[in-house]
């Protein structure tokens, strides 16, 4: 049984996490703390395996207790987060300072509304407990990795649909739990001149995206930004699908374009999904892709990628285990026998290059 600290200023709060927690017969909560302060105390004490923290405390935020324990006292932390823009900024944020994951309250700071997401909140307590966090504290730290090749035993597999360097390429990317983390080290290291439009599929519910692709923006050299319906893409930008809405790539005359929709239910319990994108560029005859899945929960893109390699040129790229937060849906990817090469995550901007030039 995993054991959880919760961290929130709202006694209410506590209570209904505590409930829903201790509900799952894999979770016990072994104690509460009402502010930042108290919260590295208590993990300091009590040793748990996870921890939920509130985003907006008095006293001393989720942000600055966040930086603290990562410092002080890693532990796997699952942020709980209001849906307003400053709570989504901070959300973002907390992803990059090393939280695993989120979950968005449906009502603002006090949510009577929390069941709605019960069983979300459980299922990503139970999987950040089991996240070693040396992949967290060291994500991007080279050294700590080993220095054997992470493409050893995967095939260069021939493919029916020759690779050509002159036909126009897109670049997509599908991500979920520590894909914040992963996007912000991989399209920081893309050029201002990449000759392709990149776009991302990033699990998030809606009011998340937008900030993310400004935060993303203000760190690249390259132009980051939410996707559009029937927006043309540019070379040298990358669009990040927004939360809610199922993002496709469709023929525009001699553009692509984007179409957005919610009319599709939710795929593999996503919607965005990155199946859905995927597939939706299969049907691109004139253009070679270059697919990266990375770290998340489920198998999300390799239905999509399958498709992908039957009807397109296409070369695929996978995170590897040793720097997956969650290493889902790069092994179910992986599994598929389809993925051209096998990459830790600050080698992944490099791969795209090279299939580029």
Not at 131 to 159: C, H, Q
Request: glycine content about 6%; aromatic content about 4%; charged content about 25%.
């Amino acid at each position: 049984m995993k054991k959880v600290l919760v961290v929130d200023d709202s006694a209410f709060m506590r209570k209904l996490i505590g409930d829903f927690l201790t509900a799952s017969e894999q979770l016990e909560v072994i104690g509460i703390a009402r502010n930042g302060e108290d919260a590295i105390s208590k993990i300091k004490k009590l040793c748990p395996d996870v921890v939920t923290l509130d985003v907006e405390m008095p006293k001393m935020n989720g942000i600055e207790a966040l930086k603290r324990i990562m410092v002080e006292c890693p532990v796997p932390v699952v942020m709980l987060s209001s849906t307003t823009k400053e709570g989504a900024e901070e959300t973002v944020k907390a992803m990059e300072l090393g939280a695993v994951d989120f979950i968005a309250k449906p009502s603002g700071t006090i949510s009577l509304d929390l069941h709605k997401v019960q069983d979300e909140m459980v299922e990503k307590v139970l999987s950040a407990s089991k996240v070693n966090m040396t992949k967290i504290t060291s994500t991007f730290r080279k050294t700590t990795y080993s220095s054997e090749p992470a493409n050893e035993g995967v095939p260069t597999l021939p493919s029916e649909h020759k690779w050509t360097r002159d036909s126009p390429k897109l670049i997509l990317i599908g991500t979920s739990t520590g894909g914040p983390r992963a996007l912000q080290k991989v399209l920081t290291e893309l050029s201002p001149q990449l000759d392709a439009p990149v776009v991302v599929v990033q699990h998030m519910p809606p009011g998340f995206t937008n900030s993310l692709a400004k935060r993303l923006d203000s760190q690249s050299a390259i132009k980051v930004k939410e996707a559009e319906h029937e927006e043309i893409l540019q070379k040298g930008t990358a669009y990040i699908a927004p939360g809610g809405f199922h993002t496709t790539v469709v023929e525009h005359g001699a553009h692509l374009a984007f179409g957005l929709s919610k009319e599709e239910a939710p795929r593999n319990g996503h919607r965005p999904s990155v199946d859905i994108l995927f597939e939706s560029a299969s049907l691109l005859r004139n253009y070679g892709k270059i697919a990266v899945i990375m770290t998340g929960m489920g198998s999300d893109g390799s239905e999509g990628l399958i498709k992908l390699k039957e009807t397109s040129e296409v070369r695929a790229i996978a995170e590897s285990k040793e720097t997956c937060i969650v290493f889902g849906m790069p092994k179910s990817a992986i599994a598929t026998n389809l993925v051209d090469s096998v990459e830790h995550i600050e080698d992944i901007s490099q791969s795209i290059m090279k299939y580029m030039l």
